[in-house]
């Protein structure tokens, strides 16, 4: 995948790949991040639990993204994608998402996903 964003190449082989430990390297220590209506995430251990629940269920994650802004110097990026989550029990969904970076120092400071993750959780249970 190439979206044309060196950080956002490299961020996004990571969260393809569920590299958990890889993702929470990219991020500030106070970093804030927001998952479709879900309550905010602070901190890196609070993406660890956070994230960890969604992994949980998934083997991989595409990304395909189909358009990139960048602004405030970089320090802002956005994107339109649609992003193909691969469940464990086999079933693959697709949902359109929109997703604001802010960076700080050239780590994540702020990640917004804008979207409805509710069909990734639907028929699994528990």
């Known amino acids: 995948m190439s979206t044309g964003n060196k950080f956002l190449d490299e961020y996004y082989d990571l969260v393809n790949a569920l590299d958990l430990e890889g993702i929470i390297a990219h991020h500030t220590d106070d970093t804030v991040a927001i998952m479709g209506n879900n309550p905010e995430i602070h901190g890196k251990d609070g993406m660890r639990a956070g994230f960890a629940g969604l992994f949980s269920v998934l083997t991989k994650m595409e990304h395909d993204v189909r358009a990139v802004w960048a602004v405030d ?44 993750l509710a069909p990734v959780f639907e028929g699994l249970g528990g």
């Open 73 to 116: 110097d970089g320090a802002t990026i956005l994107n339109e994608a649609h992003v193909t989550y691969h469940r464990v029990d086999g079933k693959r969904i697709t949902i359109p998402t929109a997703t604001s970076i802010r960076l700080t120092n050239g780590k994540v400071a702020k990640l917004h996903v804008y979207g409805d």
